[in-house]
């Protein structure tokens, strides 16, 4: 830096302007208040007045040069239109309607179901790609009674589903896809319409703050492992299989009629095996999350099984219930989604007929804590599989079912190590998300 007294350079002055701007231009193009900040007249209190005053009547005139007077245009004030009242003041000037219409839960489980068409493609699963055969079911049996005669039967049960109750407390579903094309179409149709009915009715049943739910599994195809559709239990359970997953007090398949229906028992061979193929997918399941409930549903009926036979008990340690039968399940009659309390009674006279929402929601309650008079508890002891309960069985397998050949043998042992179950451990079954080896743990 330079000092100021050492430097001969001149020091930076600023250049005086001059006035070119006369006060023609001023006035032409001027805006006033950019020149002048408007100052507030007093109101002289006690003067009629003829009309409100504006915003712009409170400035005061602008002199101009020249002796100008420049003032602020005065607007001529408009009409207001006439004060309507808003639609809020007319909704609460009216009285208020409130909507006393009721319902049941009986009448809303026997409501009428959307009919679903036949899924237009499906695709089996590949050979091999499975742990479960057809020949793992061994024995079925008839459930004789899920009925509606069992849940009559039951008085507190039975009062509560005739029970009048405001319609909003049992939401109606809303519209579905009844044309499903592909088996993922199908399953959310399905918990669009019957899982929302059950969960309502559950909650109804069991109360707002701890009732069981059926939920639905998305599952990527490309998944190492397959799981049901469908899985139930309460909000505050813990448990978990032994893959990680929620254990389920209810498990569900969705499968197409093409694929799996309950005529197909009496069908040839063939078909015989896709109705054990059904079953035996179901008894796995149920197996994995340790519940005796399961059902199947399709586009046309719905059917509710129970796995593992009759509560066995060990001898040597009383109160301690044993494994269950491998390959036993109790089948229950299947139940068309087409059936409605509009379209008959079970008897003619008093009781409705059972409904796919009515099985389900029955079913759903034989699974909670504490079992219903001479019903199962839900909990199968099936343990890890070091402990190969599937070696419990009850004997031979049915005589009506088919006989087991050499290839199915052959597949069943190079995809999971054993073919029956009365075969030893293998290494393939033992080794479950890296645990098994320590016991299945």
Not at 301 to 310: D, I, N, Q, S, T
Request: charged content about 20%; glycine content about 8%.
């Amino acid at each position: 830096m330079r000092s100021a007294s050492t430097s001969n350079i001149r020091s930076h002055s600023r250049n005086s302007s001059t006035a070119s701007i006369d006060a023609s231009m001023l006035c032409r193009f001027g805006y006033p208040t950019y020149r002048q900040s408007p100052t507030p007249v007093p109101i002289t209190h006690g003067l009629p007045m003829s009309r409100a005053p504006s915003a712009m009547s409170h400035l005061a005139p602008i002199t101009m040069p020249g002796g100008h007077m420049q003032s602020y245009p005065q607007r001529r004030r408009t009409a207001s239109p006439p004060a309507v009242s808003s639609r809020l003041a007319q909704e609460l000037s009216c009285e208020p309607t409130l909507d006393f219409a009721t319902t049941t839960a009986l009448e809303y489980l026997t409501a009428p179901n959307p009919e679903l068409a036949i899924t237009q493609r499906t695709l089996d699963a590949p050979r091999g790609s499975t742990p479960h055969f057809w020949f793992d079911i061994r024995n079925v049996r008839p459930w004789d009674d899920f009925n509606v005669a069992t849940i009559a039967a039951i008085p507190e049960l039975w009062q509560l589903l005739q029970t009048p109750v405001g319609k909003a407390m049992l939401p109606e579903p809303g519209k579905v896809n009844t044309n499903p094309e592909n088996p993922a179409q199908l399953i959310e149709a399905c918990a669009m319409h019957h899982a929302v009915e059950v969960n309502a009715a559950l909650k109804l049943a069991q109360g707002e703050q701890k009732h069981m739910a059926m939920r639905g599994l998305n599952g990527s195809p490309a998944a190492s492992r397959n799981q049901p559709e469908f899985v139930a239990s309460y909000q505050s359970d813990t448990e978990k299989t032994i893959y990680g997953d929620g254990r389920g007090r209810v498990v569900g398949v969705v499968q197409s009629w093409e694929q799996w229906n309950s005529g197909m028992r009496t069908g040839r061979p063939a078909e015989q095996m896709r109705y054990l193929l059904g079953l035996a997918q179901v008894q796995r399941f149920m197996r994995e999350h340790g519940t005796r409930y399961g059902f199947l549903m399709t586009e046309i009926e719905v059917v509710c099984v129970r796995a593992g036979g009759p509560p066995s008990w060990k001898s040597s340690d009383e109160g301690v219930e044993g494994p269950p039968l491998f390959g036993f399940v109790d089948v229950a009659a299947p139940v068309r989604i087409a059936t409605s309390s509009a379209t008959g009674s079970a008897d003619g006279v008093a009781l409705p007929p059972m409904t796919a929402a009515l099985a389900l929601w029955w079913l759903h309650l034989l699974a909670r804590d504490s079992p219903f008079p001479q019903q199962y508890h839900w909990r199968l002891r099936v343990g890890g599989p070091a402990e190969l309960s599937r070696q419990h069985v009850l004997g031979e397998r049915d005589s009506w079912m088919p006989k087991l050949i050499q290839h199915e043998r052959r597949e069943a042992k190079r995809v999971r190590g054993w073919v029956l179950p009365g075969d030893a451990l293998s290494k393939k079954e033992g080794v479950v998300a890296g645990k098994g080896r320590r016991g299945g743990k």
